[in-house]
C-alpha cells in the first residue's frame, strides 16, 4: 500500500525532469532579403502569395485557402479561416 492510504496511488507526484529547452530558430529575413524576394518573383501571383505570406505570416496551407469573402477592405482584416473541428486550432485574422 503506497503512503495515500489507497493501493496504487501516491500522496506525492514523482519527479519528472523536463527536456531541454531546443535551440532557438535559424534566423530572419532582414528587410532587404524580404525585398529582394519579392522583386524576383516573376509572376503576379506567386507575389501575391510571398506578400501575404511575408505580411501575415500565415501558414502556406492557410494561404492557398484563402477566399474573397473572408477579406474585409472596410476592416483592413483577412480572416484566414474559422475553426472546424478537422484542425486542432482555428485560424488567425490578420490586419
Same mark, same amino acid.
Given at each position: 500500500m503506497s503512503n495515500s492510504g489507497r493501493p496504487g496511488k501516491r500522496?506525492?507526484?514523482p519527479?519528472?525532469?523536463l527536456p531541454m529547452m531546443p535551440p532557438p530558430r535559424?534566423?530572419?529575413l532582414t528587410r532587404d532579403e524580404a525585398k529582394a524576394v519579392v522583386a524576383a518573383?516573376?509572376?503576379p501571383h506567386v507575389k &501575391?502569395?510571398?506578400l501575404l505570406a511575408l505580411m501575415t +505570416?500565415? @501558414?502556406? %496551407? &492557410?494561404?492557398? %485557402?484563402l477566399t474573397w469573402h @473572408?477579406?474585409?477592405f472596410e476592416r483592413r482584416q483577412i480572416a484566414f479561416?474559422?475553426?472546424? +473541428?478537422? @484542425? @486542432?486550432k482555428g485560424r488567425a485574422t490578420a490586419p
Open positions: 500522496a506525492i507526484a519527479y519528472i525532469e535559424g534566423r530572419f518573383c516573376a509572376m &501575391a502569395f510571398v +505570416g500565415a @501558414r502556406t %496551407e &492557410a494561404i492557398l %485557402e @473572408r477579406v474585409s479561416g474559422v475553426f472546424t +473541428g478537422k @484542425r @486542432r
